[in-house]
């Protein structure tokens, strides 16, 4: 390099990014590092701490015996391709091609991550419906792509199809879809998916689909995929995963379901991303989903739908008004009246882990901000070990005595 090339650089200085700047660990994270620094019980991240099943495990420990530690084809194994396309098209009722309609994604949030870089561009506007999940708005934001939000009403979280309207400008690109959500615990039904889609095939947007939770349903509630409604196979982004069914969370391999014609743009990114999801855990999903049948799927809603219940009771016993989710394993709580100390939500979950050793995070987490929405929500998983559990139940109860 010339001296006249150095030159050129000079003045510009070592700094950080225009992102850096605006980022903080998230809440979640945070809250998490304090209940550790503490030794408390944690029920503020979405860490699905129950037992992995066996034949899950076995197969990703029988697959690193078996020599599979190298690289896989960047969009995963073709026994998992295969199965996942089995699974959507017996859950969803949709044919996709496993060779050229699946990725095996470093997680679902790897997928999302992907599938943003291949499909938007910066300074576009994605819609998300409040409350949102945070790592969705970040993502976003990491690609320069502006989140909008669309507040859902309280108190059963119903969908405004003309606040939707209300919220698509020119630069609108796509939709992001949590169904069932976090934190709300929200399962979009039929009917609000086809005002979604209707408006989504209008103003010719994406849909991304965050579909994780699908297999943790309550009463009545039924999941209904974006994809599966009249016009919307193309314009869908299906994402989902294996962290929260088979309680695996750490081993980050999840899997995307999209129209060819996007799948280059986003197996691209991914392998630029990621290279690939690790490989025996690949194995050891492929085993849980070929193996593991309906009986599977419907005792794992019911033992979450008793876990559901216990947190329930403990917080009404502690003095605060929970709502009672139909999907997912997490409950907003209103804490208005449980005479916890602070001017923010996130000082009062500070405060309830110094009091009780439980750990929640700020519903404030999942609002936009800057109108001070969430402020008197808690976010609490109840995906735990029963021990565990019903110990956070004792200690809450504490709270309200």
């Keep these: 390099m010339s001296r006249t090339d150095v ?3 000079r003045g510009r200085g070592l700094g950080l990014s225009e992102l850096a700047p605006r980022v903080v660990q998230s809440e979640i994270r945070a809250m998490t590092a304090e209940c550790d620094r503490m030794g408390g019980v944690n029920l503020a991240q979405g860490v699905c701490d129950t037992e992995v099943p066996a034949v899950v495990m076995e197969g990703a420990m029988r697959a690193m015996r078996d020599g599979h530690n190298i690289y896989t084809r960047m969009d995963g194994i073709a026994r998992l391709r295969r199965a996942i396309a089995v699974k959507v098209a017996l859950t969803h009722g949709l044919e996709v091609d496993p060779e050229r309609e699946v990725l095996v994604a470093s997680g679902a949030t790897g997928a999302f991550h992907a599938a ?3 499909l938007l561009n910066p300074g576009d506007e994605v819609l998300l419906f409040e409350p949102f999940y945070g790592y969705h708005v970040s993502t976003l934001r990491s690609m320069r792509v502006v989140g ?3 507040a859902l009403r309280e108190p059963d979280w119903g969908l405004d199809l003309d606040a939707v309207r209300a919220a698509i400008t020119p630069r609108t690109r796509a939709m992001v879809v949590n169904t069932p959500s976090n934190p709300a615990g929200k399962v979009f039904t039929r009917a609000e998916l086809e005002g979604l889609a209707a408006i989504a095939a209008e103003f010719d947007l994406f849909v991304f689909t965050d579909e994780i939770y699908e297999h ?5 509630a039924v999941h209904v995929s974006p994809a599966e409604l009249e016009g919307m196979r193309e314009r869908t982004i299906l994402m989902s995963g294996f962290s929260k069914t088979f309680s695996v969370t750490g081993w980050r391999v999840g899997y995307l379901v999209a129209d060819a014609k996007w799948m280059g743009a986003i197996n691209y990114f991914h392998d630029l991303l990621y290279v690939c999801a690790p490989a025996p855990f690949q194995h050891g999903c492929a085993d849980g989903l070929e193996q593991l049948g309906k ?3 419907a005792r794992l809603a019911v033992e979450h739908e008793l876990k559901r ?3 329930v009771d403990a917080l009404r016993a502690a003095g605060m008004r929970p709502h009672v989710p139909d999907g997912a394993y997490y409950i907003l709580a209103s804490m208005a009246h449980a005479g916890l100390e602070g001017d923010t939500a996130a000082e009062k979950a500070r405060d309830l882990l110094a009091r009780t050793g439980v750990a929640a995070v700020a519903g404030s987490a999942f609002f936009a901000p800057g109108h001070g929405k969430g402020e008197d929500l808690l976010r609490f998983c ?3 070990k029963d021990e565990d559990l019903m ?10 005595s």
């Excluded at 943790?216 to 009545?220: A, N, S, V």
């Excluded at 110990?391 to 309200?400: T, V």
Aim: hydrophobic fraction near 50%.
């Design 382 to 384: 109840f995906a735990k």
């Design 295 to 297: 009986t599977f799927y």
């Design 309 to 311: 219940g216990m947190l």
């Design 216 to 220: 943790f349903l309550y009463g009545d």
């Design 391 to 400: 110990e956070a139940c004792r200690r809450l109860g504490g709270l309200g």
């Design 148 to 150: 909008v939000a669309v």
């Design 7 to 9: 030159s050129l650089g």
């Design 116 to 118: 943003a870089m291949a």
